[in-house]
């Protein structure tokens, strides 16, 4: 008895034999494999090949012990989903849901803390993320979660700085992976063989947003983006983190392919959001950017009630849902950029008569889409956003555009004390506050587009009023950037930030010579055609007629494309492309037209080198017969001097056609595949 | 009275008008104007022109109001000083400190929160701190310090990234100053007026090290590396910052030619410093690097007793002071790259008789240097250093390199709950680690070589026992670095990190082909004659001769010059270079020789491009003749196949004379010029 008491009491005193464990993504090619062999860790293969080294796990604390090393894998327990669920509006309308799940309990021998992680095994990529269980507040200081990309050194990279005075509004950087240093997420590369994986995360909730910092070569460890007292993330003690995610797909289509990010976010939570409804606006926007209008008072003065209206007449003639006005409120004559508190969410100026125009767009049929612009100074918007939501609810606005113009690092607030803090717009102070507006104006059925914004990480799929956000360079930088987005942007877009989701880029600027033509002015350097791509291009619930009215009138022709795109989609598929370089999206509209059923859209965009694409038509319905009406380049256009010519030609087609689609150097092609 | 007492009272509450004070350099080339319109604020002209624009001051604490906008200059001060001090050793020995000085009292209105900024102007640059009087714990969490470039798109910059895994051990890039993200500093700079300028600090104690963080474009930001809980500094709320230096000059030679680190340190604190000698030595250390010999015990263990006897005949012979031994104690067998706590500072291994070593050293008149690895696990050294410098001390030690590999923010410590923390090598917390190590070391009369240090910032000033440092890319990674050091890397280095104090590069490898020649291969990238060069381009007291003994015995023409040249300086001259590309130095030793006067020596070196420099001898003591021995690349040599041919020559010379080095692709001069 005492014999094997004592052998019992070895054995319980032994170190655990390190354990590893396997997932397998349900058609079996990515393979997870997570370890504790030295310290936490795990692994990535795609068709038995690492394509994710052994990477640790953990996280330093302020105020407990840390969890590094020492940890051993204690439980293990496993589920299978096979499900599908739908969208209230979206990319795709029925959003499949099939993985394998692995959550691994890590405990530590001697101190007893424990937590756990949960592994999600897709067939177009993974998801972990940390469970935490602890009876006291533990702040985190430092997250050491880890991707260790396998032959590093023969990877490139797309990619945009991690931590910038201005925040995601970059242009994306394409290099050899080890030149990526500190970069955001999505974050996108691709391997030698080809493999593409893309880094980000979803379901950012209560939570410091995670840049990646290269450490080791290849190694990109998560940073995450401090309070103004340096701590990287305050919790009671229980949580669960974001879900870091890796998009993983053999070629580029494939990250662009795939519900990732929407099928780690938790299910709706507003209940019936009926009222929350996709289409397309114009506004009073464009003209203070290229310096026509004044967001300010006087006499060039944008938001003033005739001018307002002029719009919302234009917008109902035209079948867009409502018409955006900048500018309206006071606040926008001081020195706003340096003092947001000036701003006024409730108070009009003189010339914007609120009521007259809720009025006039009840009679046209055309909503005021509201704005409220921070400044970055947030206690100040809170304090109102109350008022603001409940005046706006009263003049039948359903969509407000918030912005947040401050450098980052720049977001004000005043703490519990009354003092002034500074905050990163994507810290765990503003990832909550962005939130909170969400859900605020969820209360009085508004929705709601965040310009300078948390980048987007799925939470949509919760709060089906968070529209969409803008987070990456938009039209607006065709106006005035220096430089001007460049031709290959929308093809980087397509294969970093657009995995994140919808953006309110703001597309179909028809007037490129505001400041002449040529390649050494602020203009869209696009042609016209491209223009009309982008609606099918970069998703969006809401998507912009950007220009003023006077340029859409002076085209028909191109401006019918613009009349006939819908926002929301049965089905998107990514049919051709490479990162930076071209794009070709097909999409199936979601409201079936009577008698005649569903029409496809398509859109391809190239960089500055012109392109032939062959569009091969196998999603089509069978049976069926669609009229494709085609928007394409003209065969001498090119974005820096001819951008205008563009042919519109029509032709039957079936499936299995081929559309042979001409990209001049910075164009596109717009189609309507309209169902006959 | 009671009108005149109103206007009072009305003129009390009214904002006191902006202010702005001017400083100049005691020669007026250089003038600082402090104002206080809209937010505190410096700029630095130089001629009468603008180099540094508006640029804030200020910080964001996290446990009180910030020092932000709304603080009013309310007091000034200023002092002139004309004085010259001595060194006991250095790159000169007679310092003159010129400056004018303007100490600028800011106070905020309301809160009635003040700090001073103490700015000094040289001839040869500015330097400013702030001091803070405040009675009650101030926690940093932001440093607001601006450096706003006038010019930015036309400038250009060399930098390092400045918070790596790789700490300072990067290559210097050569970019637009646009292209400089995050940096660390010395930062160096030229406008394009040919001004150049250096953004560095002196006498960081107690602080966090700042590093540049360019925000706007051309305005960096200082950048303060935190503790691992997020705080920047903790302070008492009395404390001054480390000096922020601007080195300006109107030409590359310019950088170097300036004492302005060392001028803004306090002086020697130590007193009697007359223990610490510079010198040069030899080691049991190359040998590892390129794997002929191990750290840890084996057939191949480096650090033996009779190996080191060997070093210690051959210092003596060959008049070098010391043997550093590498790899003498118990530790090295472990893993002890991620377990430092394994590393024994008493201890030696059984086959290192550190006993018969000393008893040998005395006997032959040279000593045993000192090695301290503690692998980045500070505690575990800490509560072993006073035995440790006790057992050196006894053992006629007097000089110790200390060593701290470990990534970047993975320096462990246990803290006060006995619970691990992972700090940065820059951080508040490491900077006093290294200057208590430094500190403590004085009271056993031993000198300090600090390797992965903290930057240097002229505390040699006030500790002279902190001889040399690394902190920089050395010539270990030539042995096995990827890539090795380049052709550029000597000239890079001279007007970037060696602008902040000595380094221990350990020059002198004269076996180029241990892994075979070519430009493929781990080798240092340098002729011959470039290495001798090295002695005198890279100013250090103490100075390796890093090769294996039996390679300078093959070459024993080259190897004179090593035996000659000193290592301790009357005087220093950058005579002609510019940054990246070449530079020549000038140095006249300190100690004179008798009946004959003090030697000077040349030091020239190139990049990947031969260069022919004339060196005009204006600086030679006029009516005295010297005996000019002249090493430098054969006519047809070339890094990087021809690396050993040498033409060795004498020539006699005057104040006045010129002399022509021709220097090869990758190469070198090095010159004695020997008083008569």
Known sequence: MRYSLLLLAMAASLPLQAKTLSLKSPNGEIELRVSDDDAPHYAVLFHGKPVIGASKLGFDFTNAANFRGGFDITDSQRATVDSSWEQPWGEARIIEDKHNELVVSFTHPDSKQAYKVRFRAFDDGVGFRYEVNANTPLNIGRELTEFAIEDADKAEAWWIPGRGWNRYEYL?????????????????????????????????????????NQRRPGTFVAELTPWSDGVAVKTNGTFNTPWRTLHIAPNATGLINSHLIL?????????????????????????MH?????????????????????????????GFDGVLVEGWNIGWDGDWFHNGDLFSFTKPFADFDIKAIADYGREVGARLIGHHETSGSVSNYRKQWDGAFSLYQKMGVAQVKTGYVADGGNIKRIDENGLERFEWHDGQFMVGEYLDNVKTAAKYQISINTHEPIKDTGLRRT??????????????YNAWGNPPNPPEHIAMLSFTRMLAGPMDFTPGIFDMSFNGLGDNTNRPQSTLAKQLALYVVLYSPIQMAADLPENYLKRPDAFQFIKDVPTDWEQSIALDGAV?????????ERKARQYSGNDWYLGAVTDENARDVTVKLDFLEPGKTFEAQIYQDGKDAEWKWRP?????KKQTVRKGDTLSLHLAEGGGAAVRLKAL
């Open 172 to 212: 994306y950087q394409h290099s050899k992976l080890a030149d990526a240093a500190l970069v955001q997420t999505p974050f996108t590369l691709k391997n030698k063989d080809g493999v593409h994986i893309a880094i980000h995360e979803a379901a950012l909730v209560d939570y410091a947003a995670m840049t990646l």
């Open 263 to 287: 099928n780690l976010n938790e299910p709706n939570q507003l209940g019936d959001v009926s009222w929350v409804e996709p289409g397309k606006y114009v506004g009073i926007w464009w003209g």
């Open 290 to 318: 290229i310096n026509k209008n004044t967001w300010g008072s006087g006499s060039q003065h944008g938001a003033t009630t005739a001018e307002t209206k002029k719009y919302l007449r234009f917008a109902a003639d035209n």
């Open 463 to 476: 709060y089906p009023n968070w529209l969409a956000r803008e987070g990456a360079r938009g039209q607006e």
């Open 580 to 588: 930076g370089d071209f794009v070709v999206m097909a999409r199936k």
């Open 644 to 648: 205008y010519e563009m042919d519109i």
